[in-house]
């Protein structure tokens, strides 16, 4: 199916009023993270932008951060001149959150464009406001003849490659809100709270890689503080804020929001680290995370605290978020024949299975922050995914995975796609039983891409256990390389209204799109 870019109506892509903060940020040093606007005396300034997360056809979650005590007000409306707006009454924003706070819409009408604007009042004198910030988003369709669009991507400011003036920043994110997505899935390694970032890099070649640093940033993340200052630091890119202000997003975590290959239970032994529980600082990072992405299933939802959730997106799409790393089991070489915790746990493992025979979208789309067939490592001996290198029956983690993949088949469950980042490079693996140790599943794909800010790395090798075929990989020969010598990498998921085809699209920063396969819809495998 050849790619139709979506054009926009004239009032939908409009310069949104107040969007746009200044870019001192990205010109000026900011030891200690100050906030990337000018503030209006007196008032509370909601310099940081604005997200919107997990919309459906009739909710969204809205959040903001302040400079100060401030009570959270939102408004929508069906056109940018706010003309008949209603009125939405939000929390008041404290210290206790970072002066971060979001409010939940209900009764949206679906398919529709929701224009916002988000303003903060002193909460002593609501006449005493801020200036208000302006967004938009637009509701999942209640028809399938609408279709869906959306990117996916990961691992931001990692390996040392933060926010580079010289190059405008994290220019990625103004290429993919310029294909208008119906919304950004984030797969994870949205931080590096374990990476420092330097002032300056030197590249292999002798050019200089200038970054925007700020007191958090200059040592791995420990304290709540800072890891609510990595969280903020790539609001510092205004690339990033007007993204945030036109794009709902969809976010999951890994690792690198608290540490790297972190599992439950782990004790450091790392010397940078003053605090060695990891279960200490994961908590921490948790807090933050919750503070800063809209996250429904983290702001007092009936599903309690939990990042693992669904987030039903029209007729053509359920996308199933899982959490990969907060029910593990130790990293380990992942030989044992029995394994009932593995890489999910076994609760959220039910919860996958009960959610995804109970799910009538024509596309289940299974959002997992590792892949299945990739071997990752952690150290000589221990591996850090699912896979573990040996080609044979699974063990391990592969158990679970394995059982996973009986149910769906026995299930009769159609139209399953796996789609991850991490292992920063992109690819696509069909699996299929022919060619597979465990043969009791139906044949499926993975796509990996990613990443956007970080260092690129050589392709990891394959694990034969469910039988893989890599027929597309674009990875650099050496580690780490920077942004500035390769193209960012993203995904695009593209679900045609009519025809129910999804078609994938690995792209690269620039508009190339790399490798595109078309899947047909209502089928138990591909």
Same mark, same amino acid.
């Given at each position: 199916m050849p790619y139709r870019p979506r054009i926009p109506s004239p009032d939908r892509r409009t310069v949104l009023r107040g969007s746009l903060v200044a870019t001192a940020a990205l010109t000026l040093p900011l030891a200690g993270a100050a906030a990337p606007a000018f503030a209006r005396s007196g008032r509370p300034d909601a310099a940081w932008g604005v997200q919107v997360g997990d919309v459906t056809a009739s909710s969204a979650l809205v959040w903001v951060r302040s400079d100060r005590p401030a009570r959270m007000v939102v408004e929508t409306s069906a056109t940018e001149s706010f003309r008949r707006a209603r009125t939405w009454h939000g929390p008041l924003l404290g210290a206790g959150m970072d002066f971060t706070g979001t409010t939940p819409l209900y009764g949206l009408p679906p398919g529709e464009q929701v224009h916002y604007r988000v303003t903060l009042a002193a909460p002593d004198d609501p006449r005493r406001t801020g200036e208000p910030v302006y967004g938009t988003f637009r509701t999942a369709p209640a028809r399938r003849r609408d279709g869906v669009r959306f990117l996916w991507s990961g691992d931001i400011a990692g390996q040392g490659w933060g926010i580079n003036p010289d190059i405008g920043g994290y220019r990625v994110y103004d290429e993919m809100r310029r294909l208008d997505p119906d919304f950004f899935l984030c797969s994870g390694d949205n931080i590096y709270a374990d990476g420092v970032i330097e002032p300056s890099v030197t590249l292999p070649d002798g050019r200089v890689w200038h970054n925007v640093t700020t007191e958090e940033k200059a040592k791995v993340a420990e304290t709540l503080a800072e890891y609510r200052g990595n969280f903020r630091y790539n609001l510092l890119d205004d690339n990033v804020r007007r993204f945030n202000a036109q794009v709902p997003s969809v976010i999951q975590w890994d690792d690198h929001e608290v540490r790297?290959?972190? !599992?439950?239970?782990?004790?450091?032994?790392?010397?940078? !680290?003053?605090?060695?529980?990891? =279960?200490? *600082?994961?908590?921490?990072?948790?807090r933050a995370f919750?503070? !800063?992405?809209?996250?429904?299933? *983290?702001?007092?939802?009936?599903?309690? =605290?939990?990042?693992?959730?669904v987030v039903r997106h029209g007729p053509l799409l359920d996308l199933f978020v899982l959490d990969m790393r907060t029910f593990r089991n130790a990293n380990s070489p992942g030989?044992?024949?029995? =394994?009932?915790?593995?890489?999910?746990?076994?609760?959220?493992?039910?919860?996958?299975?009960?959610?995804?025979?109970?799910?009538?979208?024509?596309?289940?789309?299974?959002?997992?922050?590792?892949? *299945?067939?990739?071997?990752?490592?952690?150290?000589?001996? =221990?591996?850090?995914?699912?896979?573990?290198?040996?080609?044979?029956?699974? *063990?391990?983690?592969?158990l679970q995975i394995a059982e996973l993949l009986r149910f769906i088949k026995r299930r009769r469950i159609t139209g399953t796609v796996w789609l991850t980042a991490d292992v920063h490079y992109t690819s696509a693996q069909h699996y299929t039983p022919e060619r597979a140790a465990f043969k009791d599943f139906a044949p499926f794909w993975e796509f990996v891409t990613g990443p956007l800010a970080a260092g690129q790395f050589p392709s990891n090798a394959l694990d034969g256990t469910f039988g893989p075929d890599q027929v597309f990989v674009q990875a650099p020969d050496r580690a780490n390389v920077s942004p500035m010598e390769t193209p960012a990498l993203f995904g695009e998921v593209d679900i045609d209204g009519d025809s129910g085809e999804l078609t994938v699209r690995l792209r690269e920063q620039g508009g190339s799109v790399l490798f595109s396969k078309v899947l047909q819809p209502g089928r138990v495998g591909q």
């Amino acid at each position: 199916m050849p790619y139709r870019p979506r054009i926009p109506s004239p009032d939908r892509r409009t310069v949104l009023r107040g969007s746009l903060v200044a870019t001192a940020a990205l010109t000026l040093p900011l030891a200690g993270a100050a906030a990337p606007a000018f503030a209006r005396s007196g008032r509370p300034d909601a310099a940081w932008g604005v997200q919107v997360g997990d919309v459906t056809a009739s909710s969204a979650l809205v959040w903001v951060r302040s400079d100060r005590p401030a009570r959270m007000v939102v408004e929508t409306s069906a056109t940018e001149s706010f003309r008949r707006a209603r009125t939405w009454h939000g929390p008041l924003l404290g210290a206790g959150m970072d002066f971060t706070g979001t409010t939940p819409l209900y009764g949206l009408p679906p398919g529709e464009q929701v224009h916002y604007r988000v303003t903060l009042a002193a909460p002593d004198d609501p006449r005493r406001t801020g200036e208000p910030v302006y967004g938009t988003f637009r509701t999942a369709p209640a028809r399938r003849r609408d279709g869906v669009r959306f990117l996916w991507s990961g691992d931001i400011a990692g390996q040392g490659w933060g926010i580079n003036p010289d190059i405008g920043g994290y220019r990625v994110y103004d290429e993919m809100r310029r294909l208008d997505p119906d919304f950004f899935l984030c797969s994870g390694d949205n931080i590096y709270a374990d990476g420092v970032i330097e002032p300056s890099v030197t590249l292999p070649d002798g050019r200089v890689w200038h970054n925007v640093t700020t007191e958090e940033k200059a040592k791995v993340a420990e304290t709540l503080a800072e890891y609510r200052g990595n969280f903020r630091y790539n609001l510092l890119d205004d690339n990033v804020r007007r993204f945030n202000a036109q794009v709902p997003s969809v976010i999951q975590w890994d690792d690198h929001e608290v540490r790297n290959n972190w !599992y439950p239970g782990q004790i450091l032994d790392d010397a940078r !680290y003053t605090e060695k529980n990891v =279960d200490l *600082l994961a908590a921490r990072s948790m807090r933050a995370f919750g503070e !800063y992405f809209p996250v429904s299933t *983290l702001h007092g939802s009936a599903g309690g =605290d939990r990042v693992h959730r669904v987030v039903r997106h029209g007729p053509l799409l359920d996308l199933f978020v899982l959490d990969m790393r907060t029910f593990r089991n130790a990293n380990s070489p992942g030989r044992q024949p029995d =394994d009932s915790t593995g890489i999910l746990g076994a609760e959220q493992l039910a919860w996958l299975e009960r959610e995804l025979s109970r799910s009538r979208a024509v596309w289940k789309v299974i959002a997992a922050d590792m892949p *299945l067939g990739l071997v990752v490592a952690d150290g000589t001996t =221990d591996f850090e995914a699912v896979a573990q290198g040996d080609p044979g029956a699974p *063990l391990g983690r592969e158990l679970q995975i394995a059982e996973l993949l009986r149910f769906i088949k026995r299930r009769r469950i159609t139209g399953t796609v796996w789609l991850t980042a991490d292992v920063h490079y992109t690819s696509a693996q069909h699996y299929t039983p022919e060619r597979a140790a465990f043969k009791d599943f139906a044949p499926f794909w993975e796509f990996v891409t990613g990443p956007l800010a970080a260092g690129q790395f050589p392709s990891n090798a394959l694990d034969g256990t469910f039988g893989p075929d890599q027929v597309f990989v674009q990875a650099p020969d050496r580690a780490n390389v920077s942004p500035m010598e390769t193209p960012a990498l993203f995904g695009e998921v593209d679900i045609d209204g009519d025809s129910g085809e999804l078609t994938v699209r690995l792209r690269e920063q620039g508009g190339s799109v790399l490798f595109s396969k078309v899947l047909q819809p209502g089928r138990v495998g591909q």
